[in-house]
């Protein structure tokens, strides 16, 4: 196995390193973005490592699903995507160079031995670890039958101490750790030194994780020191809760980054949002990627956890809607719209989509909001009603006539002239702006809220606004609800 340090080592490189057993949460999501941000802005790599070592568990859909996920937000990566477990045998010969140097051992101890040792640790009210007893036996005396696991051998004597970017310098006494498993009793490797094996060689200078992560470090520092290595700079940041303070789940938002796309999430707006999950820069909400690329550092990290927030979020997201090109924006808005209409959006359809983007995206602050408020201009006719839409037009046959009436001879289908026309027709009806203009757009629209009355007639334009009156007036003459 080629080792993959890069030849110059003083790039920084940092990593993405999920399991595959489960969709790229939103957590998962933040810690990418941030390894992401880290080395884009220091001209560094940015590496993804598939730790997919747990067989049972580890499945193609999932990795589909952290790669769909990442490639949604925009986080790109360096080179090929490493699998940890094709790298079994390298982890392997690493573990048995350390049983050659003597920093490693053999344990015969057996599973009925070793739930002896742990009841016995939990009577005396002892912490449940390894007691060594295989440390420094001869192999001779290993019992028939045994297949043995390989130790590290531990320092036993002073401290392991960590200086963590975010969390500080933190110590724990070596007499705590016990000795770790390196290669289990069928040789394969553990997580602790597939990740050890891994890092080094992918040259990885930062390790940024979650602080779920922050007892492992010490274990994994004892492993780069029996090695020889170099130790990475640690980042461990605090995770996520929820709005109430409590772990994250499911109903405060811990899904699937896929889950935030097909709610009508921009992904521009869903990393602006992540960002800002425990990071801050003064006080700066709208941060462009070039902003966040210059700006991210760990410094600004902060040590308590960050709450998630959907109201943040989605309003974070309106306005990324409302500042959106609109060219973009109709490509991101057609799945939601053909998705509903069961049906392809054809050419003139998509210029009206554009046409009338600006009038719909003010109020929006999802795709899915934007894609509902938008389906009226493409519903067939005669346009259904809602309940409230029925009954501003009920009984106003005779009121939509006479404005139609007025309507048919504006030739200038712009928004001056119908303006126009639209307000003398109430001055001479005695009629405030209002009566005129709700029956109005529920003949247009089928609902009681819309766009302004004089977008919608300008986007549908004269044929199609005069025939969506007349529908109405229609089904008013022949009493059909």
Not at 7 to 18: C, E, G, K, L, M
């Amino acid at each position: 196995m080629t080792d993959m340090m890069p030849s110059d080592t003083q790039t920084v490189v940092t990593r993405f390193a999920p399991s595959p057993t489960g969709f790229l949460h939103i957590g998962g999501a933040r810690t990418a973005l941030f390894n992401w941000l880290y080395a884009r802005g220091r001209a560094g790599r940015f590496l993804l490592r598939i730790e997919d070592t747990d067989r049972k568990r580890s499945t193609t859909e999932a990795i589909d699903a952290i790669i769909g996920g990442l490639t949604w937000l925009g986080l790109d990566w360096d080179g090929d995507i490493i699998f940890q477990f094709s790298r079994a045998d390298r982890h392997a010969e690493m573990a048995h160079s350390l049983l050659e140097q003597g920093k490693a051992y053999h344990c015969y101890a057996g599973p009925e031995e070793l739930t002896e040792m742990r009841e016995q640790a939990r009577a005396e009210g002892r912490p449940v670890r390894y007691d060594g007893r295989w440390r420094d036996r001869d192999p001779s005396e290993a019992p028939q039958g045994i297949a043995p696991v390989v130790r590290l051998k531990a320092p036993q004597q002073g401290e392991t101490v960590i200086t963590d970017e975010i969390q500080g310098t933190v110590s724990v006494a070596n007499s705590q750790l016990d000795d770790m498993i390196l290669l289990r009793s069928d040789g394969t490797p553990t997580y602790m030194l597939s990740v050890v094996v891994d890092d080094h060689d992918m040259g990885i200078t930062h390790i940024i994780r979650g602080d779920d992560h922050f007892t492992n470090a010490f274990r994994q520092t004892q492993l780069y020191q029996a090695f020889g290595w170099d130790t990475p700079v640690f980042a461990h940041v605090p995770l996520i809760h929820g709005p109430d303070g409590a772990k994250l789940s499911k109903r405060h938002g811990a899904l699937g980054v896929e889950a935030y796309r097909d709610m009508g999430y921009l992904p521009e707006a869903l990393r602006n949002y992540l960002l800002r999950l425990g990071w801050g820069h003064g006080d700066a909400e709208i941060i462009s990627t070039e902003e966040a690329t210059r700006w991210f550092g760990l410094d600004a990290v902060g040590k308590s956890p960050a709450r998630f927030d959907f109201a943040k979020l989605a309003s974070l997201n309106g306005h990324y809607i409302r500042n959106s090109d609109n060219t973009a924006l109709v490509k991101s808005l057609l799945p939601f719209i053909e998705d509903r209409l069961g049906r392809r959006l054809q050419g003139d359809e998509l210029d009206l989509l554009a046409k009338a983007l600006p009038g719909l995206k003010e109020r929006a602050k999802t795709l899915v909001e934007l894609a509902e408020s938008a389906l009226f201009y493409f519903l067939p006719r005669p346009l259904a009603l809602n309940e409230k839409a029925a009954g501003l037009l009920a009984g106003s046959g005779s009121l939509l006539g006479a404005l139609k009436t007025r309507l048919d001879e504006v030739e200038d289908w712009t928004e001056g002239p119908l303006d126009q026309a639209v307000r003398a027709f109430a001055e001479e009806n005695e009629m405030k702006l209002g009566k005129i203009a709700q029956p109005l757009r529920a003949a247009l629209t089928g609902s009681n809220v819309s766009p302004g009355i004089f977008d919608v007639l300008i986007c549908l334009g004269r044929k199609e606004s005069l025939g969506r009156i007349q529908d109405q007036i229609t089904k008013q003459k022949s009493g059909a609800v």
